[in-house]
Each structure stands twice: as structure tokens, then as C-alpha cells.
């Protein structure tokens, strides 16, 4: 089936779906695909906004809309009870809930052209990006680091670096980190010693060699039906396919423009399919993968940082021979550095007047401050967006070992494309790979999906 047919059937359900909520740190594109640049450093903060009085903010009235989740809602209504009681500016906020990311984005972009939009909204960042391109998203970078409403140089180190880098572009700041996560890789660190390995693989060859190890073990029984368990059950989501090719040194987005026919691309596809292959790697049909993993049917499987809980709950009610096996998670590995791709919401504040932005900015400070980060992160088990969160968040650490280990990955995050059209490219990424396994093509005709993604793309950036 053609890619493009292929991506039009799937794109209206995806883009309504409740997406992972986390978040992709985004840098700006640069000459090397997949590169990311690096974070400005701080510097010492002074006025860079207008004066506006402090009195003139009494009695202000902002709406957020946002599409959280439940308990995650809850917890925001909870926040803006507690800020509207509590700040000495008079500011009153209220939140209203739209059913997804979706939705919201259309909701919002119909709102800015009626003029009718809502104060800020926490967005994924390819929806800030489109906005901002037709001038309806305010520039945070003033608020960030005036020396009245934003951050000292030790406050502003203390956002990590590839949070804020989703939403820079050039010298501008075009949202916050609302909420950041990741999809990682879960290993079965138990039956990896039994294999004989000390630990989880830091390359793709010792990927290979783990995920064919067992794959091997099943070979040893009667029962054929099960000889094709063992490896790593095949996750074919963008952002793993993306973090795949990150760890393989290649990247899809460059100057402006994407391109999926790259050597390292097709390199990270083919290892892929070439796993698949030798029945080192496997397709499930089940809805997830939660007891196939804990009930040693995969040393490797693939899941989003807030999926930590149900895979917990799943070894808890596994079978007494697997139940008490330790695992913990990891990033991609390949012929480069290892990789995940961060991805999430940022709060965007839309343009208005002087008053309402500073309103909506001073929200926002304070959503971010510690203490909130401590709660979100006790009812999302997302990542802290405050490094200093970590210190209220030390006994959540000892009881969350496999949230620890991610908190310990971010080294390794990367960015998502900077650019509005990820919002429909990561389904060609997604539906080009997705394809490879499900029509199950042999590994030379990779080159010529990789060609069709890239006529797709063309022709989804002309319209």
C-alpha cells in the first residue's frame, strides 16, 4: 500500500489520540541531523520587560486549556484552587480540560483566528511552533531572565537542558516544560544473568547477541510454537523508531527540510528488520506488552516512562518463577551514543496584553516551583522538570528504582524535529517502519520505503 494512503488512514485517529505525555527536548535544526544544540548558558539575569504595575494585575481572569489527563486534571484544578486562594496579585485562573491534543490544537488555532483565545495553553510543541508561525505565541525568553519576574543563572541551570531546548528557537523561548517523558527500553536484568550476561547491552552488537540469547532458549523445549519468543518484541511507535536512529547516528530532520533516505537511517532500519529476521525480535499481537515481559517471553520490550507502574503490577502478578525478577530500563543503543527521545507538553502563553501575559507568566513561575514538581511527578511518575524536585523526591526514588534509572537517562534525550510539520511527519516515520514489519519486506526493499517517506513528505509540506 502506498505510504501516503497508508499515512491518511491513520493520521486523523493518531492526532486524536491521547498521546504519550512527555516531551521531546527540541533544538534547533542544525547541519547534522540529530544533533542537538546545546543550551544557552545563563547569564546574569536583568529587565528585559516593560515596567507593568504590579496593582494592574488585581482582578485578572486567565484560562488555561490543556487536555491532562485524569488524575493529572485533578491535580491541576487542585493547583489553580491553591494559586487563586494564595497569590498576592489578585490573578484568578481557570482551567478547562479539552478531550485531547487534538482537539485542543484545533480548538486553540480556531480561538487565535477569532480572537478568542485562551491566555496559555499546554501544548505539545509542534502545536506552539504552528501558532507561533502566525504570530500568536509570546516570546518567554524576556520573562525567563528578568531580573524581577524570571530566573537567577542558578534557577535557570536548574531546568535541564534538553527540556528547555524543545522549545527555542533562534534566541526565542516559546513555551515551558508542562510535563516530560520518554519511551525507553525495559530489560529483564534476572534473566539476563541467567543468559550469562552482567548486564543490559550498550551496543547494538551486544543487543544482538542478548536478544538471539534468548531466543536461543526456547529453542531447547518441544513445543515449536514458542520458537519465536525471547528478543525484543518489536515497537515500531516514532519515537522509538526515532531514538533508534539517533543511537545509529543518523537523524530525519536537517535545515529545514526532512530527509529519511540517509545511509544511517536505512543502517538503523535494516538492523532492526535483520533482528526481526533471525526470530531475535518478535511482533506481538496482544494490546501491550506488559505480561509477555514480566512472564519471560522478551528480554526487551518498549514502553513510555509512564507505563513504569502497570509494568510493575504485571511481574507482581506474574508467575512465581518470574514475579521476583529484577529489570530496569535503558536507552537505545546503536553504532553512536545511545539515545531517547524526550517528548511531552510545554505551557505556551498566547499574545494579549502586557498585563495578561505577566499574569500568565507569574502562573506559570509558580506551577514550576519545586513543590508542585514534587506532587506531579508523585501522580504522573513522569520526569521532575526542576532538578532540585529531586531532593523532595529521594524516598519516590528509592521505591520507583526503574523511574530512578530513567531519571539517570537524560544525558542520552534528544530532540524531536523543531518544526510545526512533525505534527504529521512523525506518523510518516511511524507508518514507513510500521509498514516494514507488518507487510514483513525483506530487508533490500528498506531503501525504497525510506524514498517513498521522503515523497510523502514532499508532498505533505505542499499542502
Not at 504590579?54 to 489553580?80: I, K, T, Y
Not at 484545533?106 to 487565535?112: H, I, K
Not at 547494538?204 to 525484543?232: E, I, K, L, M, P
Request: net charge negative; charged share 20%.
Amino acid at each position: 500500500m502506498p505510504l501516503l494512503l497508508v499515512l491518511s488512514l491513520s493520521l486523523g485517529a493518531c492526532e486524536r489520540s491521547s498521546l504519550p505525555f512527555g516531551s521531546a527536548p527540541t533544538a534547533e535544526a542544525s547541519a547534522t541531523p540529530g544533533q542537538v544544540d546545546p543550551t544557552p548558558s545563563p547569564v546574569p539575569t536583568e529587565r528585559l520587560l516593560p515596567e507593568v504595575p504590579l496593582e494592574s494585575l488585581d482582578g485578572l481572569q486567565l484560562s488555561l486549556w490543556h487536555a491532562f489527563p485524569s488524575p493529572l486534571a485533578e491535580l491541576l484544578n487542585a493547583h489553580v484552587a491553591q494559586f487563586n486562594g494564595d497569590n498576592p496579585w489578585g490573578i484568578t485562573v481557570r482551567a478547562e480540560k479539552q478531550a485531547d491534543y487534538g482537539t485542543l490544537f484545533e480548538a486553540t488555532s480556531a480561538a487565535l483566528s477569532a480572537e478568542t483565545a485562551p491566555s496559555l495553553v499546554a501544548a505539545l510543541p509542534e502545536h506552539i511552533r504552528a501558532w507561533e508561525a502566525d504570530g500568536g505565541v509570546t516570546d518567554l525568553a524576556p520573562y525567563f531572565g528578568d531580573s524581577a519576574y524570571g530566573y537567577a543563572p542558578e534557577d535557570q541551570a536548574d531546568f535541564p537542558a534538553p527540556f528547555l531546548a524543545q522549545d527555542r528557537l533562534g534566541e526565542q523561548l516559546l513555551g515551558m516544560p508542562a510535563q516530560r517523558s520518554a519511551r525507553l527500553l525495559f530489560y529483564n536484568e534476572t534473566w539476563g544473568r541467567l543468559l550469562d550476561f552482567s548486564g543490559p547491552p550498550l551496543s547494538a552488537a551486544d543487543f544482538t547477541r542478548q536478544a538471539c540469547a534468548a531466543n536461543s532458549s526456547f529453542h531447547r523445549d518441544s513445543d515449536q510454537a514458542n520458537d519465536g519468543y525471547g528478543g525484543w518484541i518489536v515497537d515500531t511507535d516514532y519515537q522509538s523508531v526515532l531514538a533508534w536512529i539517533y543511537a545509529q547516528g543518523g537523524g530525519v530532520y536537517a535545515d529545514d527540510a526532512y530527509t529519511f533516505e540517509t545511509d544511517q537511517n536505512q543502517a538503523a532500519l535494516e538492523y532492526l528488520k535483520k533482528l526481526y529476521d533471525s526470530n531475535c525480535a518478535w511482533l506481538s499481537a496482544e494490546p501491550s506488552t506488559y505480561d509477555q515481559f514480566a512472564g519471560r517471553r522478551a528480554l526487551l520490550t518498549t514502553g513510555d516512562l509512564s507505563e513504569l507502574e502497570a509494568q510493575t503490577e504485571a511481574f507482581a502478578r506474574a508467575s512465581a518463577d518470574t514475579a521476583g525478577d529484577r529489570w530496569t530500563v535503558m536507552a537505545f543503543p546503536g553504532e553512536g551514543d545511545p539515545s531517547i527521545v524526550a517528548y511531552g507538553p510545554s505551557y505556551a502563553v498566547l499574545k494579549s496584553t502586557p498585563e495578561q501575559e505577566l499574569a500568565a507568566w507569574l502562573f506559570i513561575r509558580w506551577l514550576l516551583e519545586p513543590e508542585r514538581q514534587e506532587q506531579w511527578v508523585r501522580v504522573s511518575g513522569l520526569f521532575p522538570l526542576r532538578t532540585s524536585a529531586l531532593t523532595l523526591l529521594s524516598d519516590y526514588s528509592s521505591a520507583h528504582p526503574q523511574w530512578a534509572a530513567a531519571v539517570g537517562l537524560l544525558d542520552e534525550a534528544r530532540p524531536a524535529p523543531p518544526a510545526a510539520s512533525w505534527r504529521t511527519m512523525k506518523y510518516v516515520l511511524g507508518d514507513g517502519a510500521n509498514y516494514i514489519f507488518r507487510a514483513d519486506l525483506p530487508v533490500s526493499e528498506i531503501p525504497a520505503v525510506l524514498k517513498e517517506m521522503d515523497s510523502t513528505a514532499e508532498d505533505l509540506a505542499g499542502k
